[in-house]
């Protein structure tokens, strides 16, 4: 049996890539009864029909999975957001890095782009308050070419997704990357993207310099609804040297007295930006919990 990557899923076909080039694959049929999904990012087994397609045998273990869209066995994710047009939404940007940290992906880096629209002040500051957390910050421009070296070096022999907010310039980074993506850019209204045409078809897209990309569609809403309350905290890095240590076990760093949590807000160690979005995200779970219980 041969191995391979699935790096795009359209209706009933699998394009698997392996060492020799792009095979088209069909699913043996019992994937289909048991429920199990192969998403693109899998690697599997597959075996070699006649006519040089494939039909895959077995799906190998998954390192990790992201949901909306589905990807597979990412290296790592980057959080684009724009320094300016549209403003930075520290809230959303927050959601992304919590979905990315719940998501278990292994690597999160920050991307600041669009720096050609602000002064050294206002990418200082969006610099000091990500780079505080312990993530990594590029700044990027795709207009003067600022980071895009540093971001092509970031990327290499990895499988990145692209995630952030739309309109901050996630597929024009990627042309920069490499013009011969040729993706769309531009298309801010979200109507058109909810369209019938728009298929969230996640595909992982060969980079010149070896590696794989996908590029999503800037959603503005998503679902945190399946962290589990108590959990949530350990979704924010700098939050964890004080999660041991509050008055009363299960603490969920809101309401309670003697919370250690809180009490870094208090001195600075924690921003309160950050805060604001756990307590923010902590209601919004806690609400849906409520509404299927
Ligand atoms: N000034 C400036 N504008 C940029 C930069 N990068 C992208 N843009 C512009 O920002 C707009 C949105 O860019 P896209 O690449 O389509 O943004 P996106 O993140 O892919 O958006 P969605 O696909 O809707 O999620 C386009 O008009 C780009 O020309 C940049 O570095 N500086
Ligand atoms: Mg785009
Ligand atoms: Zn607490």
Same mark, same amino acid.
């Given at each position: 049996?041969?191995?391979g990557?699935?790096?795009?899923?359209y209706?009933?076909?699998? +394009?698997?890539q392996?060492?020799?080039?792009? %095979?088209?694959?069909?699913l043996?049929? @019992?994937?289909?009864?048991? @429920?199990?999904k192969v998403?693109t990012?899998?690697e599997v087994?597959?075996s070699?029909l006649e006519?040089?397609?494939?039909?895959?045998? &077995? !799906?190998?273990?998954?390192?990790n999975?992201l949901?909306r $869209?589905?990807?597979?066995?990412?290296d790592?994710?980057?959080? &684009?957001f724009a320094?300016?047009?549209?403003?930075?939404?520290?809230?959303l940007?927050?959601?992304?890095l919590?979905l990315?940290?719940w998501?278990? #992906?292994p690597?999160?880096v920050?991307?600041l782009? *669009?720096a050609?629209l602000?002064?050294?002040?206002?990418r200082?500051a969006a610099?000091?308050?990500?780079?505080?957390?312990? +993530?990594r910050?590029i700044?990027t421009?795709t207009?003067? =070419?600022e980071?895009?070296?540093a971001l092509?070096?970031?990327?290499k022999?990895r499988?990145?997704v692209f995630?952030? $907010?739309s309109?901050?310039g996630? /597929?024009?980074?990627l042309?920069a990357?490499? $013009?011969a993506?040729? !993706?769309?850019?531009g298309e801010? /209204? /979200? *109507?058109? *993207?909810?369209g019938r045409h728009?298929?969230?078809l996640?595909?992982l897209?060969p980079?010149a310099?070896? =590696?794989?990309?996908?590029d999503t569609p800037?959603?503005?809403?998503?679902?945190?609804? *399946?962290i589990?309350?108590l959990?949530?905290a350990?979704y924010?890095p700098e939050?964890?040297?004080?999660? &041991?240590g509050c008055? +009363?076990?299960?603490?969920t760093?809101?309401?309670e007295?003697?919370?250690?949590?809180?009490q870094? %807000?208090a001195?600075?160690q #924690?921003?309160?930006?950050? +805060?604001?979005?756990?307590?923010? #995200?902590?209601?919004?779970?806690?609400?849906?919990?409520r509404e299927y &219980?």
């Amino acid at each position: 049996m041969e191995q391979g990557k699935v790096i795009k899923n359209y209706n009933s076909f699998y +394009y698997v890539q392996d060492a020799t080039g792009l %095979v088209t694959c069909k699913l043996r049929g @019992r994937f289909k009864k048991d @429920r199990c999904k192969v998403v693109t990012g899998d690697e599997v087994g597959f075996s070699r029909l006649e006519d040089q397609s494939g039909v895959i045998e &077995t !799906l190998l273990p998954r390192r990790n999975l992201l949901r909306r $869209p589905s990807v597979a066995n990412i290296d790592q994710v980057i959080v &684009t957001f724009a320094a300016a047009e549209p403003d930075p939404h520290p809230l959303l940007v927050n959601r992304f890095l919590v979905l990315a940290e719940w998501s278990e #992906i292994p690597e999160i880096v920050l991307c600041l782009n *669009k720096a050609d629209l602000v002064d050294s002040a206002g990418r200082q500051a969006a610099l000091a308050a990500y780079g505080e957390i312990g +993530y990594r910050v590029i700044v990027t421009s795709t207009k003067n =070419g600022e980071g895009i070296d540093a971001l092509r070096e970031q990327l290499k022999n990895r499988v990145s997704v692209f995630a952030g $907010p739309s309109g901050a310039g996630k /597929s024009s980074l990627l042309n920069a990357l490499d $013009p011969a993506l040729d !993706l769309r850019t531009g298309e801010i /209204s /979200s *109507k058109i *993207k909810r369209g019938r045409h728009t298929t969230r078809l996640a595909q992982l897209l060969p980079l010149a310099g070896g =590696g794989f990309i996908v590029d999503t569609p800037g959603f503005s809403s998503f679902e945190l609804e *399946k962290i589990e309350p108590l959990r949530l905290a350990g979704y924010f890095p700098e939050f964890r040297p004080f999660l &041991t240590g509050c008055r +009363y076990r299960g603490c969920t760093h809101s309401h309670e007295p003697d919370c250690l949590v809180k009490q870094a %807000v208090a001195e600075g160690q #924690i921003q309160a930006v950050r +805060y604001d979005a756990y307590l923010n #995200i902590l209601q919004e779970i806690a609400e849906r919990k409520r509404e299927y &219980t």
